[in-house]
Structure formats: structure tokens, C-alpha cells
């Protein structure tokens, strides 16, 4: 069945390890499914200590000894760069995967998933050799300077949203810096991260360097945050979950960073241009489907444009029609899962019975009579103390409150266990830095929403986590500092 449902594209269904396709010690293998459609794509092995075991021996060897090990940061680099390349000009028969594993739009994963993750990896390639140590001048007799190592094997625990490029943002900086990786993607869309193995073997990256385990976050992501192997856990995730990795990872003492959720809100006040904040406040909640970490779930409005700004988000909404995710039009594809829409659809029972109002969308859809879609959903009259004000949805439903004046948007912004993401629309630059110095999240877009560049860190304030993601921050995440003092004297 994979064959006729991903043309011209051998799935890998293997775990990948020490350089090689693995079936799992026991046999074991779980299906992937298109939600677009039910149908099954591949059954994926599932791994299970023994296997987690045998990949982070993998990933120790390569670190320890061998070409890896000895390897020039820039000829790291330089694979990574290959690897980039490749990813390009792979992006539409990658992306086609994503979109049939996670149900986006094939605009989103060929067009724009796929580059970002090349860029990411081409960003970090051409980094590998320009993180530097420091020298101080502290003693006359003495030599005081310090290097930057790799952390060592690096377990990455990545969600099924934005599937490979999620695991790049970790995979990318953590090899170029010379650490080895175990990679554990998301159990609902499993099949690009396979792929991706496969590239970077042909790339020229040495067997061991990166590995995957595919299977349940219960018991091998559970195994890997406890492993006396692996040296630091990074994990993109539900900060539910985020927490039981932490004390799960504290009895090795091991590194953690920490990319977990948000309810990110998107202010509009009353001077802003409201045709571009109608446009950025639908980019904002619907790209991705709103399983979006970033979401701006929580569109903040001033009272006297409310009425203004909502007709045009409205308007917008209605456009945005729930379609077939691999045809090159399509906006609004299927949610990642069955499960997924149900709770979407939880959420949206539970709006209305606290009495917020749906003024577009609000129900299932499908296409063909087929697949886990979701209308675009757009709630008003939403008060800060309401569920679909306070918890992350995950899906495409906005909830929009007001907010009288600048202290009253700050507080509301504010008010939830997030500190992710947030977005400050006005004509008024001095109101615009003051609400985004006020505002306690870990990106904040002024006239814009969802840009992001490789150069620019990302990551969480508050129960969004900590850690940061691209840039040098991240170059720093997958180093440890040595300080040597040489005897001069
Ligand atoms: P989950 O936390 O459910 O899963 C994330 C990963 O963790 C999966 O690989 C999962 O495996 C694994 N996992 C689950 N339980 C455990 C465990 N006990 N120990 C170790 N690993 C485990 O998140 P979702 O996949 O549902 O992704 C959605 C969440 O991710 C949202 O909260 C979203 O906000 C957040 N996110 C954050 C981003 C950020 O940058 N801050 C970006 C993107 C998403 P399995 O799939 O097998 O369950």
C-alpha cells in the first residue's frame, strides 16, 4: 500500500541505526496513516530498549572514536551543507511525505517546511567552525582560556506538527558542533525523519553520527530521558509531557532544553493598519492548521475596532475552506489525527458552554466524505478566564477578547501559564516596543506574525520552556565550556 500512495518515494520503515536499516529486536511495527484519508502508509518498526540501547551505542562509538570524532568542524559542515542541497532539491517528494504523514497543505511542507529545514541545515553547516573560545587576561602567569565541546549524544524528542523540521532545528546545530544523535520523531508521522537518515547517509555523514528510533513516547522517549547514555535531551512537545521528561532526565543529571507550548496573543490596537492585522491575524491562527506551537490563538482587541477588525477576520475565515492537503492550493488541510480533531472539537463545545460565541466555522468537515478536517473557527465575546482563553487548542479555532487600553492588553497577554509567542499591531512605535518589552514571551512580532529566521533564537518563557533554538544561542545548547589555566610561570 505505501508504494501507490507516495509515487516515485520508497518509504523507509526502519529504524536507522549505526549507518543501517533495522528492523526492531522484537518485530514489532505500528501503522502511519494519511488523516486526509484513513489509509495506512506504512508500518513503521517500533523500537524498544534493546533497540534505543544498540543506537545509542551507535552514537557513542561515532563519538568517541573514528572519522566523526576526528573530523574538521568544517568538513562537518560541509556535509551538512550537501545534506542542505539535497534537501532542496528533494523538497516537493519530501514534502508530498509530510503532507500525506501529517495532513498540511503540500504548500506548506514543499514550499515552505522543507527550504526552512534546509536552511536550517545549511545555517548550522556554515557555523560549525565559528564558535570560539575565550581567552582572559586574569593572571600574568598564567595561560586562562576555554573551549567549546560537544555535550556529547544528544536525545532528541521531537512532535508531529512540523515533523523533520522541528528534529532540524536540534539534528542541525547538535551534529555540526560534532555531537552524535538518537532521533525519536513523533509516532503519528514518523516516515520524513526516516528519509532524512537517508540523505544524510548519502551526504556523507558517518554512520553513527545520526540515528532514529521510531515508537511510543511512553516507553522508548520515556527510556531515552533516563538512558545513563545519552548526555543531554532535547525536546519539542506538550509541556505535560516536557515535565516528565525533566524528572525523568534528573536521575543522570542529564542536559535538557525544552521547546513546549503556547496561547500566544495576537494584540490589535485601535491605530493599526486593520486590513493587514485582519490578514496576519488569519496567518496567524490558521497556518499549520493552528497546530502551530506559535499559534496566536488569542486575538487581543481594542474595544472601539472590534467590531471593524472582526468582520475582516470573519470574512477572511470563511475563505479559509478545509481541502484536499496535496492539491497546491489548498490552506486548510486535515488535523494530524482522529484524536486530535476530537479534542479540537472538545474545546469548541467547551467555548460555548461557557458562553463565548462562534461567529465562523465551529464544526467537522471532510473531503470526499473522508478525513480529520476541521473548519476554520473563529470565537467572540471570549473572557480571559474561560478554557479556550487559557489552554492550548492545538487546532484551528481563534479566540478573540478586548482589551480597553494598553495596561488592560498587557495584563490579558499575559494571563496564561505560556510564554511562547506573541505579535503587537500599531502605528505607534513607541507603544509598539513598550508592549513588547511588557509582554512575557520568548519571540515578539511588532506588524507581523509567524516570520522566523535561522539567525534569530526561538524558544519559550514561562511554562513554554527554556532553551533556545537557532541562532548562536543554539550553537551554545550543544556545547559544554572547558576552562584550561596552562602554567606559564
Ligand atoms: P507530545 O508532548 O505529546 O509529544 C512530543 C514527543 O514526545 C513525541 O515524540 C512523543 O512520542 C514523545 N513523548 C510522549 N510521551 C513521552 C514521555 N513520557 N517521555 C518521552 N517522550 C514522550 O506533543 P505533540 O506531539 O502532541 O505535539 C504538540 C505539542 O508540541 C504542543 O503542545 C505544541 O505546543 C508543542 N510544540 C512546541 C513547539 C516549540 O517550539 N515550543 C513547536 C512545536 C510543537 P509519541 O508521538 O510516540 O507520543
Given at each position: 500500500m505505501a508504494a501507490e500512495t507516495v509515487p516515485g518515494q520508497a518509504l523507509k520503515t526502519d529504524l536507522f541505526i549505526g549507518g543501517e536499516f533495522v528492523p526492531a529486536v522484537s518485530g514489532k511495527r505500528f501503522a502511519t496513516t494519511n488523516p486526509a484519508t484513513g489509509e495506512t502508509l506504512g508500518e513503521v518498526a517500533e523500537a524498544g530498549?534493546?533497540?534505543?540501547?544498540?543506537?545509542?551505542?551507535?552514537?557513542?562509538?561515532?563519538?568517541?572514536?573514528?572519522?566523526?570524532?576526528?573530523?574538521?568542524?568544517?568538513?562537518?559542515?560541509?556535509?551538512?551543507?550537501?545534506?542542505?542541497?539535497?534537501?532542496?532539491?528533494?523538497?516537493?517528494?519530501?514534502?508530498?511525505?509530510?503532507?500525506?504523514?501529517?495532513?498540511?497543505?503540500?504548500?506548506?511542507?514543499?514550499?515552505?517546511?522543507?527550504?526552512?529545514?534546509?536552511?536550517?541545515?545549511?545555517?548550522?553547516?556554515?557555523?560549525?567552525?565559528?564558535?570560539?573560545?575565550?581567552?582572559?587576561?586574569?593572571?600574568?602567569?598564567?595561560?586562562?582560556?576555554?573551549?567549546?565541546?560537544?555535550?556529547?549524544?544528544?536525545?532528541?524528542?521531537?512532535?508531529?506538527?512540523?515533523?523533520?523540521?522541528?528534529?532540524?532545528?536540534?539534528?542541525?546545530?547538535?551534529?555540526?558542533?560534532?555531537?552524535?544523535?538518537?532521533?525519536?520523531?513523533?509516532?503519528?508521522?514518523?516516515?520524513?525523519?526516516?528519509?532524512?537518515?537517508?540523505?544524510?547517509r548519502e551526504a556523507g555523514l558517518p554512520a553513527g553520527a545520526f540515528n532514529v528510533v521510531t515508537g511510543p513516547g511512553s516507553t522508548v522517549g520515556q527510556a531515552m530521558a533516563e538512558h545513563p547514555g545519552i548526555d543531554k535531551v532535547s525536546f519539542t512537545g506538550e509541556t505535560g509531557t516536557g515535565k516528565k521528561i525533566l524528572r525523568a532526565a534528573a536521575a543522570t543529571m542529564k542536559?535538557?532544553?525544552?521547546?513546549?507550548?503556547?496561547?500566544?496573543?495576537?494584540?490589535?490596537?485601535?491605530?493599526?493598519?486593520?486590513?493587514?492585522?485582519?490578514?496576519?491575524?488569519?496567518?496567524?491562527?490558521?497556518?499549520?492548521?493552528?497546530?502551530?506551537c506559535s499559534a496566536g490563538s488569542r486575538l487581543l482587541v481594542e474595544e472601539s475596532v472590534h467590531d471593524a477588525l472582526l468582520e475582516r477576520v470573519v470574512d477572511r475565515a470563511k475563505k479559509m475552506v478545509p481541502a484536499d492537503p496535496l492539491h497546491p492550493k489548498t490552506r486548510l488541510g486535515a488535523l494530524v489525527s482522529e484524536k486530535q480533531r476530537e479534542t479540537v472539537e472538545a474545546y469548541?463545545?467547551?467555548?460555548?458552554?461557557?458562553?463565548?460565541?462562534?461567529?465562523?466555522?465551529?464544526?467537522?468537515?471532510?473531503?470526499?466524505?473522508?478525513?480529520?478536517?476541521?473548519?476554520?473557527?473563529?470565537?467572540?465575546?471570549?473572557?480571559?478566564?474561560?478554557?479556550?482563553?487559557?489552554?492550548?487548542?492545538?487546532?484551528?479555532?481563534?479566540?478573540?477578547?478586548?482589551?480597553a487600553d494598553e495596561a488592560e492588553a498587557v495584563a490579558v497577554g499575559n494571563s496564561t501559564i505560556y510564554g511562547l509567542a506573541a505579535a503587537v499591531w500599531t502605528r505607534d512605535v513607541k507603544k509598539a516596543l513598550r508592549t513588547a518589552k511588557a509582554l512575557k514571551a520568548g519571540t515578539v512580532w511588532v506588524n507581523a506574525y509567524n516570520l522566523y529566521d535561522p539567525g534569530l533564537p526561538f524558544g519559550g518563557y514561562k511554562e513554554s520552556g527554556f532553551g533556545r533554538e537557532r541562532g548562536r544561542y543554539a550553537l551554545e545548547e550543544y556545547t559544554q565550556v572547558k576552562s584550561v589555566w596552562v602554567d606559564l610561570s
Open positions: 530498549r534493546e533497540d534505543l540501547d544498540r543506537a545509542v551505542a551507535a552514537a557513542r562509538a561515532t563519538l568517541e572514536s573514528g572519522p566523526w570524532a576526528s573530523m574538521k568542524p568544517r568538513e562537518r559542515g560541509r556535509i551538512l551543507i550537501r545534506a542542505a542541497e539535497m534537501l532542496l532539491s528533494r523538497a516537493e517528494e519530501l514534502g508530498r511525505v509530510e503532507t500525506l504523514d501529517n495532513g498540511k497543505p503540500i504548500f506548506e511542507s514543499a514550499k515552505i517546511d522543507m527550504p526552512a529545514a534546509a536552511d536550517a541545515l545549511s545555517y548550522f553547516g556554515e557555523s560549525a567552525d565559528k564558535l570560539y573560545g575565550d581567552t582572559f587576561p586574569g593572571r600574568p602567569d598564567a595561560m586562562l582560556l576555554t573551549l567549546r565541546e560537544p555535550v556529547g549524544v544528544v536525545g532528541a524528542i521531537t512532535p508531529w506538527n512540523f515533523p523533520l523540521l522541528q528534529a532540524m532545528w536540534k539534528i542541525a546545530p547538535a551534529l555540526a558542533l560534532g555531537n552524535t544523535v538518537v532521533l525519536k520523531p513523533a509516532s503519528l508521522t514518523p516516515l520524513t525523519a526516516l528519509l532524512f537518515a537517508d540523505l544524510l542536559r535538557v532544553s525544552m521547546e513546549l507550548g503556547g496561547k500566544s496573543p495576537n494584540v490589535v490596537f485601535a491605530d493599526a493598519d486593520l486590513e493587514a492585522a485582519a490578514k496576519g491575524a488569519i496567518n496567524a491562527i490558521f497556518y499549520g492548521k493552528g497546530e502551530l469548541v463545545t467547551s467555548g460555548k458552554s461557557e458562553g463565548a460565541k462562534v461567529v465562523a466555522g465551529g464544526n467537522r468537515a471532510s473531503v470526499d466524505g473522508k478525513g480529520a478536517f476541521f473548519e476554520a473557527t473563529v470565537f467572540d465575546g471570549v473572557r480571559p478566564d474561560m478554557k479556550i482563553a487559557r489552554e492550548e487548542i492545538f487546532g484551528p479555532v481563534l479566540a478573540t477578547l478586548t482589551f
